[in-house]
């Protein structure tokens, strides 16, 4: 079984639904994390969690929020999609042993589209 | 705060000859620098990683990248490119008390029979 999964894989819905993208791991790593990918620009962070109690801002949060259930589970909502919110959705997780060096462990991703 | 630029959005090459792309890098801290690939319709691997020991950094699938403070590269080669190795390929630096990952925009790289 993979270690980080993501549901759903693909999702089509249309501008103003409400959206939730929910990632599990079992890799017992504290901090998670969701980005978005665009052509040509990469991945970029959303939002961030180092636990339970802790939810940090990413480069673009505008427009998404999240919710850290626990340890192993960390979702992503968009409360009003716009068809601009349409990309890949990654969900990843990193393991504070090895200091801010850790490296990241990615889940397969989330096709989104906004009619 | 950091940055990561890829040279090139896309790189080709023919089976069985070498294969280079190109990173450079930006950052206030002692960086750690990864690379991942992306294989079509997958997530991302980790192909390998620096974290300030060897400079040389071997990786999966004969992969490796060097690292040069100098020039603030870290450049990702290959002997011999496979079919297989056709893929996107993310540079990406982590660094600071954030552990944030900042990713490169991605090469494209086809392998040419």
């Known amino acids: 079984d993979a270690d980080v999964t993501q549901t759903p894989r693909n999702r089509i819905t249309k501008t103003g639904k409400r959206i939730m993208l929910e990632c599990s791991q079992t890799k017992g790593h504290d901090r998670m994390y969701w980005y978005r990918q665009d052509p040509g620009l990469g991945l970029r962070l959303i939002y961030y969690?180092?636990?339970?109690?802790?939810?940090n801002k990413g480069e673009i949060s505008d427009g998404y929020s999240v919710s850290r259930q626990a340890q192993a589970k960390f979702s992503l909502s968009l409360e009003s999609a716009i068809p601009n919110q349409t990309a890949l959705y990654f969900c990843?997780?990193?393991?504070?042993?090895?200091?801010?060096?850790?490296?990241?462990?990615f889940g397969p991703g989330t096709r989104l589209t906004v009619l | 705060a950091q940055s990561v630029t890829q040279l090139d959005s896309h790189v080709s090459v023919s089976e069985g000859t070498p294969v280079l792309l190109r990173c450079n890098y930006s950052?206030?801290?002692?960086?750690?620098l990864f690379w991942y690939v992306q294989h079509p319709n997958k997530g991302l691997q980790l192909l390998l990683k620096y974290t300030s020991a060897a400079t040389l950094v071997k990786g999966i699938n004969g992969f490796e990248a060097e690292f040069k403070k100098s020039e603030t590269s870290f450049h990702l080669t290959k002997p011999s490119a496979h079919m297989s190795d056709a893929a996107e390929y993310f540079c990406v630096v982590s660094g600071g008390s954030a552990r944030q990952l900042t990713f490169g925009s991605g090469t494209q790289l086809t392998v040419l029979p």
């Open positions: 990843a997780t990193s393991d504070p042993a090895g200091g801010f060096r850790d490296t990241q462990y």
């Open positions: 969690s180092f636990d339970v109690k802790d939810i």
């Open positions: 950052s206030s801290y002692s960086p750690s």
